[in-house]
Structure formats: C-alpha cells, structure tokens
C-alpha cells in the first residue's frame, strides 16, 4: 500500500480514531490493499471494538498462513460471507464471525472439543455434579466437581459418578490423546 | 558452516591462546578483529538494528565464562519428567537460525556469539562432579546455549573435548547438534565415551523453520558416518510440530532414519512438543512472520508456555513412539519437557526417576 492519501490514509485514519497499536496497524498495512480494505469493511460492518478488530487481524492473519491463502480470500469464504451478511444485530453477528474465525484458525482442537463435549453430553449425572473439561484442552485434568447439600445428596452423587465411572474414564483418556470418541 | 560474522572481539587475556590463533587462521579477510579488555559490552544487542537478534549473530566475541560451566539443566526440577541431563556451556548463541528456538528469548540481551576461551576450566569442574557422583555414570551436553559443532571448523574444541572424555570411566560427553560438520570428530577415537545426537525433523519443518541448518538427511547420513567411526549416537525429535501432515511426515522421517542406521546402533530418542512462552512466540512471530509452523494449533498450557493441545500432542508422540518400537521394541525412548503424566501416557510406564534415567542414558 502505497498512498497516504488513498486505502491507507483511510486506515491509518480508523486506526488512529479507535487506538490500534502500532504493531497491528503494521500488520494491517503490510496486507495487499484490497484485503486490507475488505477488513476495513468488515470493521464497519460488524461495528467491530477495537478488541474485536485486533482479534479479527489476528485470526484472518493466521488463517491465511495455515492456508496458504490471502485474507481476503479467507473472507471470501462462503461461510463467513454468509455470517457478515446474516441478519441480527451487529454485535451478535460479530460475535458469530469471530468465533468462526477462532474454529477456523484452530480446526482440530474444535474438532475434538466438539467431540468432547457430545460425549460429556451423553454421561447422565445428577444435579451438583460438574464435569469440567479443560480450557482449550490445554491440560489433561478432567474437573470434576460435587456440590451436595446433604449427606444424602452427596451419597447419590458418588454413587452416580460409580455408576458413570466408565464413561468419565473414557472422557479422560481421550483427552490424554486416545482416540475414545 | 557459512557464517556471516562481521566483527570477531577478542578479550587480551585470550590474545595469544591457541584457541584463539585458530578462530584468526579460520576467518575470512573480510572479518574486523579488535582486542578489549573485558568482551561483555560487546555481546548486547544493537538497539539500533531492526533485529537486533540477527545483528547479533555478525559478531563473536572469545570471553572469559564467569560463572559455572557445568551445571544441571535448566528444563529439569519438578515440573518436567528430567532425563538427568548435565549441560556444559562453552558457547551461547548459534549461527543457525530456527524459528522456534528459545534462544531468541534466552539471549535477547546477549545476542553476539560467545565462545569462552577459559574453556579448560570445565575440565576441573568435570573432575569435581565425576567425585561428587561416587561412581554413578552421567551425561554432559554443550548443546543447551549453542549447537555442539557449529562452530568445530574454526575452534577445533572437540578434539580437545572428545581427548577429555576418552579417558573418562563415568562421564559421556553428548554433542547435540543440526549440522553435518563432523570432519574433526571422524579424527579422533572416542573410545566409547563421545554420543553425537542430531535434533531431526521431518523436510517441511526444516524448510520452513530451520534456517541455515544441515537438511535431515544429511544429519542422518553424518549420524551414520559417525556410527560407522565408533561414535554413539542419537536423535531427538524435538521440537515435535503438530502441523496438519505431522504424522504422515515424522513416521517418513523415522522410516528414512531406520532405513539407513540400524536401531539397534541407536542410543536414544528423545521426544518433545513445541513449546513457547508468550515472549518467545511473540519474537519469533515478529522475526518470522511468514513461518507456518509458527501458526500452530498451540494454547496456553497450564505451565505458561504455549503448546499443542493435549489430545492432538499426547496423540501424536504416543504414534511416534509406537513406531519407534516397532522397530526396535527396547530403544529407549523418552520425553523433553513433558510432564510425569504425559510421559506415563505415551512411553506407557511411570517416568523413571532423573538419576535413574540419567544413568540408563549415560552408560548405554
């Protein structure tokens, strides 16, 4: 990009009315004029925050590296275009955008986690029994939480995780890696 | 190894040593050369450069080590399953340049090279630990801080090192390197107590992130040239990168590996995940931008460093692990930089104790 006065005076401009650092504004800039004119677009039309928008560059940045690709032709996508031309309030549609941003950037770990969490779905536990799975599936502690009001309560909860104790041993190998689900 | 020095600083005291003598005959004319009373001011980054990083690696700076050279490895302690590991620092920084290495975090604030020229020191210092162990066998490394034999052409120190270590009973020497710059090593009997490992990755990690290095096969064919002279040898896959055609591409590399070294002449190998602290991802990002590898499906781990997440990481060492023994069912293998979990979960046993595997790993 090349022109003050043209594609990159106007992002410089945004950029300086909604407080981008620097680092991203780089980045933002270092883009081909026409993607970095379709993020621009984005931004309006979702009425991204400032946050949001750094997300954004972020995610579209990275998801073209994995690709291969441009940003602008991971905006193209038909999924995303769908999610930008949906209808619904812009902060809800932003908040669908960017989180089909972050599946796309990562694709196997929402794979998994989707997995996951049917498989947890289906393990009948009482009430005040929690199962937690890992944030990111960054550890492989499976949380495991009873919050009984009596010692009834607590008697039922254990007697209902002894029973679902083959399932929950499933859940916690397959997030050590082995392939349950 | 080609380098791109620009500037050698050499420390008086060090003027006349024959270390010294050797790094000049080996120089292009091209190289500056000055002498300073203390080299220190010399190793810290250029805040000038727009990569100070990569500025550094134009200037070598022959020092005097001021503290320790021998000490435990850093990575071990509670948090990681340790592998007993003794690391020897001669050197910091390496001519090569990967992506992932954590050396960019690791010396930001020193980044010129330095090769210590009061380096026999390490020697009294080897001594006093082979007295300390009372008999027990251990390894010694100079592949923490520096890659063991970047820089072997102009020092010459292996031979000096591989000399120390033949005459040792209890000690192996481990130079850990990704190069193929092995002529002075084939010079010399290492009377069996001298391991040469090559970290390996698959052709697209080596592409793609390890800039300046020796190819994999051609680290596999310096492995099995060494092998063949008497050496011990070993790989480490680490760091393991958990990109969309990993496994396809490690098991490739394992079946290349096996198909021109025999497993059995194999000491180990080790395993290890790519990990990052934020800082480091955030230079490396910055420095290498375009690297793919860079872009991985890593998280923020409950130790602080960003890594593959749990399921995909366990899964794909365990893999690897299961066609490793395959091959040759007892090849010991372990993990780096792993938790006591994760490596019960892919070597499939309890990790064993640092001293004991320490042993296992130092007397074969």
């Known amino acids: ?181 | 190894m080609n380098f791109e020095l620009e500037r050698v600083v050499i420390e008086q005291e060090f003027r006349s040593s024959a270390l010294t003598r050797r790094v000049l005959a080996g120089l292009p004319a091209s190289v500056t050369v000055e002498y300073v009373d203390d080299g220190r001011a010399a190793t810290r980054p250029d805040p000038q450069a727009a990569d100070p990083f990569a500025t550094g690696k134009r200037r070598l700076v022959l020092m005097r080590r001021r503290s320790p050279f021998v000490m435990a490895c850093p990575a071990g302690g509670g948090e990681f399953a340790c592998c007993g590991y003794q690391v020897m620092a001669l050197a910091s920084n390496c001519p090569m340049d990967c992506s992932y290495c954590f050396l960019q975090e690791y010396v930001a604030n020193n980044p010129a090279f330095q090769i210590y020229a009061n380096y026999t020191q390490a020697f009294d210092e080897l001594a006093a630990l082979t007295r300390r162990a009372s008999g027990n066998h251990l390894r010694v490394g100079t592949g923490e801080w520096a890659d063991s034999l970047a820089w072997d052409k102009l020092t010459g120190l292996s031979l000096e090192l591989v000399d120390f270590f033949s005459r040792q009973q209890t000690l192996l020497l481990e130079f850990k390197t990704k190069t193929d710059e092995i002529e002075n090593l084939l010079r010399i009997d290492p009377k069996g107590q001298v391991l040469v490992s090559w970290s390996l990755s698959p052709a697209a990690v080596y592409r793609a992130s390890e800039h300046r290095s020796a190819p994999p096969a051609a680290r596999i064919a310096a492995a099995r040239r060494l092998c063949e002279a008497g050496y011990r040898i070993a790989f480490h896959l680490d760091p393991v990168i958990a990109y969309e055609q990993a496994q396809r591409d490690y098991l490739a590399l394992l079946d290349e590996l096996f198909a021109t070294i025999d497993p059995r002449r194999i000491a180990f190998i080790s395993l290890g995940g790519l990990r990052m602290t934020p800082a480091l991802r955030t230079i490396a990002r910055r420095r290498f931008p375009a690297d793919p590898m860079l872009a991985g499906e890593e998280v923020l781990a409950p130790d602080g460093r960003y890594r593959t997440f749990v399921p995909l990481r366990a899964a794909l060492l365990a893999t690897l692990v299961q066609h490793i023994r395959a091959r040759r069912a007892d090849l010991l293998t372990y993990l780096c930089m792993e938790s006591a979990t994760m490596s019960e979960r892919v070597l499939g046993a309890p990790a064993a104790r640092a001293a004991t595997l320490g042993a296992r790993l130092a007397s074969g």
């Open chain 1, 1 to 181: 990009m090349n022109s003050e006065s043209g594609a990159e005076g106007v992002i410089r401009a945004y950029a300086r009315d909604h407080h981008i650092p620097a680092p991203a504004l780089e980045r933002w800039l270092a883009m081909d004029e026409a993607d970095a004119l379709a993020v621009l677009e984005l931004a309006h039309a979702l009425g991204l925050r400032t946050g949001q928008l750094l997300a954004a560059l972020e995610l579209l940045g990275d998801i073209a590296l994995r690709q291969g690709t441009g940003v602008g032709a991971v905006m193209r996508q038909p999924e995303l275009r769908a999610l930008l031309e949906a209808s619904g309030s812009r902060p809800s549609r932003a908040s669908a955008y960017l989180l089909r941003l972050t599946e796309l950037r990562y694709p196997r770990l929402h794979q998994m986690r989707e997995r996951l969490t049917a498989a947890l779905k289906q393990i009948k536990l009482p009430r005040g029994v929690t199962v937690v799975l890992p944030h990111d599936l960054s550890s492989d502690e499976l949380l495991i939480r009873l919050s009984p009001r009596t010692p009834a309560e607590f008697d039922r909860q254990l007697e209902a995780l002894r029973e679902q104790a083959n399932e929950l041993k499933r859940l916690i190998a397959a997030l050590g890696g082995s392939d349950e689900f």
